[in-house]
């Protein structure tokens, strides 16, 4: 096993051996591309944040869109809507790509805010 296939301690990412889809390190989950039902490419997870109060995971950015970085959009995606394809390592989001095109996302600046009584999120 090469360095590129474990994460810092040891954790195997191809699943060899060790935790594996149940059971897995967030940094071996950003980056991840992002598809649609309709395989489409939706872009890819750029961060994964934690609920520090009740440990739970509050939301996963998505990136679409843009070049290295300029251009792109961010989006705040509840964990729950996400499924993982184990096959294909990547994530399933059941959403249009044009829906993304067309939404405004957040900026890189400005994240959204977890406390404004619409949020809500699965945990």
Do not use: C
Request: hydrophobic share 35%; aromatic share 8%.
């Amino acid at each position: 096993m090469s360095d590129e296939d474990s994460s810092a301690y040891g954790i195997n990412k191809n699943n060899d051996s060790g935790p594996g889809p149940q059971l897995m390190g967030a940094d071996t989950l950003i980056g991840n591309d992002v598809y649609n039902q309709a395989d489409e490419d939706l872009g890819d997870i750029k961060e994964i944040m934690l609920d520090m109060e009740s440990g739970k995971i509050a939301y996963a950015v998505l990136s679409y869109g843009g070049v290295l970085g300029i251009g792109e959009k961010l989006f705040a995606v509840p964990w729950g809507a996400l499924t993982l394809d184990t096959k294909n390592k990547r994530f399933i989001l059941n959403v249009e790509k044009d829906r993304l095109e067309n939404a405004p996302g957040f900026d890189k600046d400005k994240w959204p805010d977890k406390a404004h009584p619409s949020w809500t999120y699965e945990a």
